[in-house]
């Protein structure tokens, strides 16, 4: 269903330049060992996003920690007794687990960490679109800041935006969607839900290639072809299957093809390895015709996490993530709407049907 009238298209964020964490095996080993030491004293745990380093997804996995999708790591840390939450991720990321553990103190390798998304949506903005529409209800992606969150009616993650839309849409709801353009279509499109988007976008999903793909799969006959829902719908139509970043991984595991074509962060691969080893994983195609990539399917604001910077903030602190207080409780709200709607969901008080 088309918008009533156009949204301008958001500006294309500027991701800043790449830089990986280089390490040797002696330095990777002694900051290993010095953060395990810390993270005791600090009574830390640490939560690591898919996308971040192998090291620091290793590091999460040795001390206990764990390494999922956004919504996972704040459940995560809320369940775990520890008193500082470690999140390595991007800085809606750490948001997030402030303001489901406002008693816990959240720290993150690199608070610069931030996200194309989030940043095409600054909370201003976002509150004129919902107020130039006060007969529809605003659906928000979790990558946004706390503050759109709080003006938001309800917050959702991949996983589960396809199932709250249809849900809403059933209730006779009209929808406002932020701020990712191509997660917010492909739910309309499966939902048939009346929707307005937002015209957000990844820069790493949004540089996946159909053409090139459909080449490569074509040289694979074998592989299943597995897509994040942030890419462009042209690539969403060549998928297997489409799916969170956690949905994705269970791809892998679960069906039987021996080979993956993977249309998301190539940071997904070291738990798609370990989860299923012997597959073989293939990334989609960023380059080729028309060929616009400039993060090349992984994100340059994930690569700022690092041992080094982990040590650091350790060490020295700072880092902090603070939200006022007004902001996280009306954010922490419509985050609750989505978890209470998930366990209704998954107890069978609410029935989807097809
Ligand atoms: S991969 Fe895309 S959606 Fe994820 S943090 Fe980076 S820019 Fe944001």
Redesign the pocket.
Known sequence: MSPAFPVPLKPVIQPPPMVEEVLSGDERAALKARIKTLMKQQDAVLVAHY?TSADLQDLAEETGGCVSDSLEMARFGHAHPAKTLIVAG?KFMGETAKILNPEKRVVMPDLAAD???DLACPADEFAAFCDAHPDRLSVVYA?TSAAVKARADWVVTSGIAAKIVKHLHRQGHKLLWAPDRHLGDYVRRISGADMILWQGS????EAFKAEALKKLRAEHPNAAVLVHP?SPASVIALADVVGSTTQLIDAVRTLPHPEFIVAT?NGIFHKMHAAAPGKILIEAPTAGEGATCVSCAH?P??AMNGLRKLAAVLEKGGNEIHIEESIRARARLSIQKMLDFAADEKAGRIQLGD
């Open positions: 996308y991007v996200c194309s998304l990558n990844c820069v790493v999903h942030e962060d994100c604001w994930m």
